[in-house]
């Protein structure tokens, strides 16, 4: 494992008289940030569900699915969600991201597209699934896209082996335009902007061909009888 301090070798030499905590911000903010656009910790699930496990609450038949809990890193999107023989994919805008908070109403549920999935983040290292219906069981795979978290210390070594160049580009690019750095240039800010934008896009293209490590796999037994 490499720690966020690992990264700061190749920051500090172009970027002097920032404090330590300031640039291990700035890095921090920028993995973060990058893992994010590159949907870099990639998880699937799956699992057999029976129609058992199917809650109904004012009318809307959801599902509260367990995914795994990481010490270092937190659910951030789902890529897909693949129901029966039906997938619901985030890039064809088929699955839906509500907020727990907001859990839809009976008068509600009935404006949902019937096309479409929707899911929330809910407590216990759960997703909610909505709407849903099957008799007997199915079959259900989540992949989930996790960041880490604000206080991670530590990343993979095969992330800083990968990676370290660009996010070096967009710590400095940050650092460069903070108003809390006194090597402020917006002329720098914005050639290290553009390595960053082209480090993240060979990223994207080197992940959707398999090129480098990206995902974990878990698989669940039956619930719900």
Partial sequence: MKTVEDFISRITPDVTGCDSETVINAVTDTIISFCKDVRVFQYKFASTVLDTSIITTGGIHYLDFSISSLTDKIPYKVNY??????????????????????????????????????????????????????????????????????????????????????????????????GDTPTVSVARHQLERVEYHRGVAEAKRRLLHGCQNKSGHVKYRAFGG
């Fill in 81 to 178: 969600i693949k129901l029966g023989g039906t997938t619901y994919a985030d890039k064809q805008d088929t699955i839906n991201k509500l907020y727990y908070n907001d859990l839809l109403t009976d008068s509600a549920y009935y404006d949902l597209d019937q096309n479409s999935l929707y899911f929330c983040f809910a407590p216990n290292n759960k997703i909610r699934i909505y709407p849903v219906s099957w008799e007997g069981s199915t079959t259900l795979e989540i992949e989930v896209v996790y960041v880490p978290t604000r206080d991670f210390t530590e990343i993979d070594d095969w992330f800083y082996e990968h990676y370290v160049d660009t996010i070096a580009h967009g710590t400095k690019a940050l650092l460069f335009i903070s």
